[in-house]
Nanobody, 121 residues
Framework: VQLQASGGGLVQAGGSLRLSCAAS????????IAWFRQAPGKEREVVAV????????YYGDSVKGRFTISRDNARNTAYLQMNSLKPEDTAVYYC???????????????WGQGTLVTVSS
């Protein structure tokens, strides 16, 4: 599966952004989709994960209550709605896909190219 992340940009603290992850090349609904992020000098961390149907989700502690992951299997696209953004949310955001439910970055076989989110204070 090929993944393309988009939607990043510059936003003020307290603002919102919606990231998209468009998939091609295979049956999108067969894959678990996750969003990870990596800030300069830091390890890649899990942001959110969604199961095949879209019913089951997981969120990293730092984004709970502010971010929402969703997917539209008919459009082969997953989304990350980010509200109440903070400067510490600044990072490159990556979408990833795998056939197995996991929150570990190294377990994901397929990755998008990343999209930069910058939150100014």
């Amino acid at each position: 599966v090929q993944l393309q992340a988009s939607g990043g940009g510059l936003v003020q603290a307290g603002g919102s952004l919606r990231l998209s992850c468009a998939a091609s090349g295979t049956t999108f609904s067969s894959y678990i989709i996750a969003w990870f992020r990596q800030a300069p000098g830091k390890e890649r961390e899990v942001v959110a994960v969604i199961n095949r149907s879209g019913v089951g989700t997981y969120y990293g502690d730092s984004v709970k209550g502010r971010f929402t992951i969703s997917r539209d299997n008919a459009r082969n696209t997953a989304y990350l709605q980010m509200n109440s953004l903070k400067p510490e949310d600044t990072a490159v955001y990556y979408c990833a896909a795998d056939e197995t439910w996991t929150i570990t970055a190294t377990s994901y076989d397929y990755w998008g190219q990343g999209t930069l989110v910058t939150v100014s204070s």
